[in-house]
C-alpha cells in the first residue's frame, strides 16, 4: 500500500483535496459558531433551575473525568491511526480506527448512561430552562461525537474495501480534523459546565 | 405527544375547508403544481427536465433553477401583500374579508416568502450562475453540495406552499418571537412549518456560503488576484463570510424553538426557567447579518450595472472594496437595534445605537462611488441602469429613515409602526429587488442566449418604482401617526385614505409583476430577433462576458489569463478577446446525480413528517439523507470527461456563431460611446 | 504541516504524545481543583478557564497541526475571524442578557 508521500495525482486532483479540506475548516468555524452560542445560551439559563435541580445535584466528578479520559484518548489513537495511513499501513490504520471507535462508542455510552440517570432521578429536559439548556449544550456535542463514530465506521469500510487510496485518505484526514474539534469541545464543556457546576 | 398512528396527528380536518379564502389558495397551488407537471408532460419534456436539470450539478443550471424557485415565491410572496393592503384599505370599524387568524398567517408567510424564499434564491441564483464565470473557472468548489443547497432551499419552500394545502402556516410573524410562538400559546402545525422550513434552507444557505467562500478563494484563474476581481466577487466574498458566520444563529435560536416545541423544553417558555429575550437575542445575532446578506449582491450588481451602462470604469474600485468588507465585518455589531425597546439599559442602547450610525457610511461610501461612476459617463437608459438609478435616489431615502431608527430616542416612538414597515421595504424593494431584478435583466442574455425585451423592462420598472412610492410612503406618515404594524383591523378613520392610496400603490406594483411576466412571454416569442450572438451583448467589462451565450458545460475551454482590473475589457482593449487556441484539452466534469434531489425530497418529508409528528417518516427520511450522502462519499468515480474533440466542436460552432455575428452587439444602440473594440476572430 | 497531492502526511507521533501528555496534566489540575477545593470559587473559575484555553492551544497545535509556518493562510484568517467574532457574538450576548437581567429580572 502506498504511503502518503508516494502518492502521485494530478495537479488537479491535488487542488481538490486542498479546497475541500479548506471547505471542511469553514464548516468546523459554523459549528464553532453554533457551539459557542449553545455555550452562551447555558451560561445564561445556568441559574434557571426553577426550582428544581442545580449543577450541584446532578453532575459528577468521576463520570465527567472518565468520559474526558475516553474522548481525549481516543484523539491520540487517531493520531495513531492518521500516522499508520501516512506511512502506507493499512492493518495498523484498522486497527487504530477500531479502537478509537471503542473509545469514542465508550464515551457515548457514559454520556447516555448519564441522561438516563438524571431522567431518572426527575432532573429532565423538560424541568428546568438549566436543564434543556445543559441537555441541548452536551447532547449536541454527544449527536456530533455520534455522527462522528458513524463516519468511523463508513471509513473503516473504504478502508477495507478500497485500500489507501488518495480519496480515502483525504476523508480520513478531514475525519481527524472532526474528531479534534470534538476533543476541543469537550475541554470547553468541562471547563465551563461540569467543573463550575460542582465547585 | 403523538399517538402511535400512521399518520401521526394529521387528519382530515388538516385540509383547508372551513374557509373559503383558505381553499382557493390551497386549489390555486394544488392547480399550480399539476400544471406544471401538465406541462412538462405535454412539452414531451420529462427526459429533459429529469436528466438534465433536476440532476444537473451544472453551477449555471442550478442558479438558473433558483431564479426559477425565487421567481415563483416572488408572486406568492406578492399575493400576500396584495390581500394585506386591500384588507387594510378596507377594514376601518369592520372586519374586511380576513379573519385575524387568516390575516396573521398572510403577513407571516408574506414575510417568510420575501425572505427565505424569494430573496435569497434569487441571490443564489444570480451569483451560481455569473461568480464562477466572473473568476475564470469551470464551476463552484463543490458541485454536488451546491445541488443539495438547491434542493434543501426547495424542500423549505414547498413546505410553506404546502402549508396552505394540508394545515395552516404560522401566525407568529416571519420572526416567530416566543413566547407566542411556544407551543403554550400556538399549538398545532403553524409554527412548525415555519420552523422546519426555516431550519431546513437555512442549512442549504450555510452549505452555499462555504461554497462560494472556497470558490472565490481556491477557484480563480491564473493572474485573477483577489485585487483584480470584480465587485460582484468581492461583494459575494463577503457575502459568503456572513453565511457561514451569521447561520449558526438561526440555526440555534429555531432549534430551540423546535425543542421546546416538541419535546416541552424551557428555552423560551413562560416560566420554569425560560428567556424569552434569549430568543431574541440570537434571532437579530442572525437577522442582522441576513439584510447584509441579502443587500451585498445588489450592490454587486448595482456595481457592475453602473459601470457597464455608463460605459465608464467603476469608480474608486479599492474604496468600494473596503466598504464591503467594513459593512461585514459591522453588521455583527449592530443586531441589538432590532429591539431597543425590549429593556436594556440606555448604556447598552447607546452602543448599538452609535454601531448602527457608524454602518451608514460605508453605503455612503458606495453610493459616492456610484454616482461618481456616472459622472461624465455615456449613460444608457436600459431597465438595468433604469433600476440602479431608481435605486440611487430610492435607497438613499430609506437609509435616512434607517438613520433616524438608529437613534434609540425616535425608535422608541417608530418601533413596530409602519415607519418601521415603509423604512425596510424601501431597503429591500428598491436596494434588493431592484438589485436582482436588474441582475435578472443584465445576466439573462448569459443564461438563455438572447435578450430580454427592453419595452415591457421599463415599464416594468416604472411600474415597480411608482408602485412602490404610492405603496410606501404612505406607510411613512401612517406610523407617524401611530398606527401599529400588522393591523388586522382599525378604528381610526384618519388612517384609512393613506391605506387606500398604499393599497393602489400595491395595484400598480401587480401591474409591474404583469410587466415582469409579459416580458418574459414576448422575448421567449421573439427570442429569433434578439439573439445574443457573441456572449456580450452589453459590450462588458468583465470575464463572464468572454464566454459564450449560453455558456458551455465547461465555461472556458481555455482558462483566461488575466492581466488587469476589468479583465475582459481590457483583453478587449489589447486584441487577445476571442483567441482561439491551437488545441484542445480534455475536461473532466462532474457528472450528473440526483442524490442532490433525493436528499432534498428527504429533507422535505422529514420536515413534514416532524410537523405532523409522523415518526415512522422521520426516521425514514433521515436514513435515506444518510445513505445518501454515505452513497456519494463512497463514490470515486463521480466525474465524467468531455473530450477534447467534444470541446472543440462546441467552440468551433462558438466562433462559427461570432462570424455571424456584428462587430459589437453593442454598436448600433444610440446610446453606444464608440470605444474602439476587439473584432472577433474567424 | 507537510502534504502530498494536497492532503496532509503524519510522520511522527510526536506530536500526539506531546499532545496527550500536557492535555492530561492541564486536565488534573482543572479537576484538581474542584476535587480538593482548594482554590476560592472565583479564583477558581479563573484558573480553570486559562487550563482550558491553553489546553486549546495544546490541541489546536498537537492534534491539528496549526502553526504559522505550514497552515494555509487562509485556514488561519477563517480561525482568528471566528474567534473574533465568536468573542463579539457570545460577549455581546452576555452583556445584553446580564444587563436585561439587572433591569428586568429575564
Redesign the interface.
Known amino acids: 500500500m502506498s504511503s502518503i508521500a508516494a502518492m502521485t495525482v494530478s495537479p488537479r486532483e491535488a487542488e481538490r483535496y486542498e479546497e475541500k479540506e479548506f471547505g471542511f475548516w469553514l464548516y468546523l468555524m459554523s459549528d464553532a459558531v453554533i457551539f459557542a452560542l449553545l455555550f452562551a445560551t447555558y451560561l445564561i439559563m445556568v441559574g434557571n433551575t426553577a426550582g428544581g435541580p442545580t449543577p450541584k445535584d446532578v453532575f459528577s466528578l468521576e463520570r465527567a473525568a472518565a468520559e474526558t479520559a475516553l474522548l481525549l484518548l481516543s484523539s491520540t489513537t487517531f493520531g495513531i491511526a492518521a500516522v499508520s495511513l501516512s506511512a502506507g499501513e493499512r492493518m495498523k490504520v484498522l486497527l487504530w480506527l477500531a479502537i478509537t471507535f471503542l473509545l469514542g462508542a465508550g464515551f457515548i455510552v457514559l454520556e447516555i448512561g448519564e441522561f438516563a440517570g438524571m431522567i431518572a432521578e426527575g432532573a429532565r429536559p423538560q424541568r428546568s430552562g438549566f436543564l434543556s439548556s445543559f441537555f441541548t449544550l452536551v447532547g449536541t456535542h454527544g449527536l456530533h461525537v455520534s455522527v462522528g463514530l458513524i463516519w468511523i465506521l463508513v471509513m473503516f469500510g473504504q478502508v477495507l474495501f478500497k485500500g489507501l487510496t488518495a480519496p480515502v485518505a483525504s476523508r480520513f484526514m478531514r475525519l481527524g480534523l472532526f474528531w479534534h474539534f470534538l476533543d476541543i469541545i469537550w475541554v470547553v464543556i468541562f471547563s465551563v459546565v461540569y467543573l463550575p457546576g460542582l465547585l | 405527544m403523538g399517538s402511535v398512528d400512521i399518520f401521526g396527528r394529521l387528519t382530515i380536518d388538516s385540509l383547508p375547508f372551513y374557509s373559503l379564502i383558505a381553499a382557493s389558495g390551497a386549489g390555486v397551488t394544488v392547480l399550480g403544481g399539476l400544471s406544471v407537471v401538465g406541462v412538462i408532460t405535454y412539452l414531451g419534456a420529462w427526459r429533459l427536465v429529469l436528466f438534465e436539470w433536476l440532476s444537473s450539478l451544472d453551477h449555471k443550471k442550478i442558479g438558473i433553477m433558483y431564479v426559477m424557485l425565487a421567481l415563483v415565491m416572488l408572486v406568492r410572496g406578492f399575493v400576500d401583500a396584495a390581500m394585506m393592503r386591500s384588507q387594510q384599505a378596507i377594514a376601518l370599524n369592520s372586519e374586511g374579508y380576513l379573519p385575524p387568524g387568516h390575516f396573521d398567517q398572510v403577513f407571516s408567510s408574506h414575510g417568510t416568502i420575501m425572505i427565505f424564499f424569494m430573496a435569497m434564491p434569487f441571490l443564489s441564483g444570480l451569483v451560481n450562475l455569473i461568480m464562477p464565470q466572473q473568476i475564470g473557472s469551470r464551476d463552484v468548489a463543490f458541485p454536488f453540495m451546491n445541488a443539495v443547497s438547491l434542493w434543501l432551499t426547495t424542500a423549505g419552500a414547498v413546505l410553506v406552499l404546502i402549508s396552505l394545502v394540508i394545515g395552516k402556516f404560522s401566525t407568529a410573524g416571519w420572526s416567530g418571537y416566543p413566547p407566542y410562538s411556544g407551543v403554550e400559546f400556538t399549538p398545532g402545525v403553524g409554527v412548525d412549518y415555519w420552523v422546519w422550513a426555516v431550519f431546513i434552507s437555512g442549512i442549504g444557505t450555510t452549505m452555499s456560503g462555504i461554497n462560494f467562500l472556497v470558490t472565490i478563494v481556491k477557484c480563480r484563474a491564473p493572474g485573477m488576484t483577489m485585487f483584480r476581481l470584480p465587485l460582484f466577487t468581492w461583494t459575494i466574498f463577503v457575502t459568503a463570510i456572513l453565511m457561514i458566520f451569521a447561520f449558526p444563529a438561526l440555526t440555534v435560536a429555531t432549534a430551540m424553538l423546535m425543542l421546546d416545541r416538541t419535546l416541552d423544553m424551557h428555552f423560551f417558555t413562560n416560566g420554569m426557567g425560560g428567556n424569552m429575550m434569549n430568543y431574541i437575542n440570537l434571532f437579530w445575532l442572525w437577522g442582522h447579518p441576513e439584510v447584509y446578506i441579502l443587500i451585498l449582491p445588489a450592490f454587486g450588481v448595482f456595481s457592475e450595472v453602473v459601470a457597464v451602462f455608463s460605459q465608464k470604469r467603476l469608480f474608486g474600485y479599492l474604496s468600494l472594496v473596503l466598504a464591503t468588507m467594513a459593512i461585514g465585518l459591522l453588521s455583527f455589531t449592530v443586531w441589538l437595534h432590532h429591539f431597543f425597546t425590549m429593556g436594556s439599559s440606555a448604556r447598552v442602547n447607546s452602543f448599538f445605537g452609535t454601531m448602527t450610525t457608524i454602518i451608514s457610511v460605508p453605503t455612503g461610501v458606495k453610493v459616492f462611488d456610484w454616482l461618481l461612476t456616472m459622472y461624465r459617463g455615456r449613460i444608457i437608459f436600459k431597465p438595468p441602469m433604469l433600476f440602479t438609478i431608481g435605486f440611487l435616489v430610492t435607497f438613499c431615502i430609506g437609509g435616512l429613515s434607517g438613520v433616524l431608527l438608529a437613534l434609540p430616542p425616535i425608535d422608541y416612538m417608530m418601533h413596530n409602526t409602519t415607519f418601521l414597515i415603509a423604512h425596510f421595504h424601501n431597503m429591500i424593494i428598491p436596494g434588493v429587488l431592484f438589485g436582482y431584478l436588474a441582475g435578472y435583466m443584465f445576466w439573462f442574455p448569459k443564461a438563455f442566449g438572447f435578450k430580454l425585451n427592453e419595452k415591457w423592462g421599463t415599464r416594468a420598472f416604472w411600474c415597480w418604482i411608482i408602485g412602490f412610492y404610492v405603496a410606501f410612503m404612505p406607510l411613512y406618515l401612517l406610523g407617524l401617526l401611530g398606527m401599529p404594524r400588522r393591523m388586522e383591523h382599525y378604528e381610526i378613520a384618519s388612517w384609512q385614505p393613506h391605506l387606500i392610496v398604499a393599497a393602489f400603490g400595491a395595484f400598480i406594483i401587480m401591474l409591474g409583476m404583469i410587466c415582469l411576466g409579459v416580458q418574459l412571454w414576448v422575448s421567449i416569442r421573439d427570442r429569433e430577433q434578439a439573439l445574443d450572438l457573441t456572449g456580450d451583448p452589453w459590450n462588458g467589462r468583465s470575464l463572464e462576458w468572454a464566454t459564450s451565450s449560453p455558456a458551455a458545460p465547461y465555461n472556458f475551454a481555455v482558462l483566461p489569463k488575466v492581466e488587469g482590473l476589468d479583465a475582459w475589457w481590457t483583453m478587449k482593449q489589447t486584441g487577445v478577446a476571442y483567441q482561439r487556441p491551437e488545441k484542445y484539452e480534455d475536461i473532466v466534469m462532474p457528472k450528473n446525480t440526483f442524490v442532490g434531489p433525493v436528499i432534498g425530497g428527504a429533507g422535505f418529508a422529514f420536515g413534514f413528517a416532524m410537523i405532523w409528528w409522523i415518526w415512522w417518516l422521520a426516521l425514514l427520511s433521515l436514513a435515506v439523507i444518510a445513505c445518501g450522502l454515505i452513497v456519494r462519499a463512497s463514490n470515486d468515480n463521480d466525474e465524467c470527461v468531455m473530450t477534447a474533440s467534444e470541446v472543440k466542436a462546441i467552440e468551433d460552432a462558438r466562433f462559427a456563431q461570432l462570424a455571424k455575428a456584428p462587430k459589437n452587439e453593442m454598436a448600433d444602440d444610440p446610446g453606444f460611446a464608440g470605444e474602439p473594440m476587439q473584432e472577433p476572430a474567424t | 504541516m ?1 502534504t ?10 510526536k ?3 506531546i ?2 501528555v500536557l ?2 496534566i492541564l ?1 488534573a489540575i ?2 484538581g ?3 480538593t ?1 482548594a482554590l476560592p ?1 472565583q479564583t ?2 479563573v484558573v ?2 486559562a ?2 484555553v491553553v ?2 492551544f495544546v ?2 497545535r498537537f ?2 497541526h496549526i502553526d504559522f509556518k505550514s497552515t ?1 493562510r ?2 488561519l484568517v ?2 482568528a ?2 474567534v473574533v ?2 468573542c ?3 460577549g ?9 437581567y ?3 429580572m ?1
Open positions: 507537510e502530498n497531492a494536497g492532503i496532509p502526511i503524519e510522520r511522527t507521533m506530536p500526539y504524545l499532545g496527550i492535555a492530561v486536565t482543572a479537576f481543583i474542584v476535587a477545593g470559587r477558581a473559575l480553570i478557564a487550563l482550558a489546553q486549546i490541541h489546536l492534534f491539528l494555509p487562509e485556514n477563517a480561525l475571524f471566528a467574532l465568536i463579539i457574538m457570545v455581546g450576548s452576555l452583556w445584553i442578557m446580564f444587563d436585561l439587572h433591569r428586568m429575564v
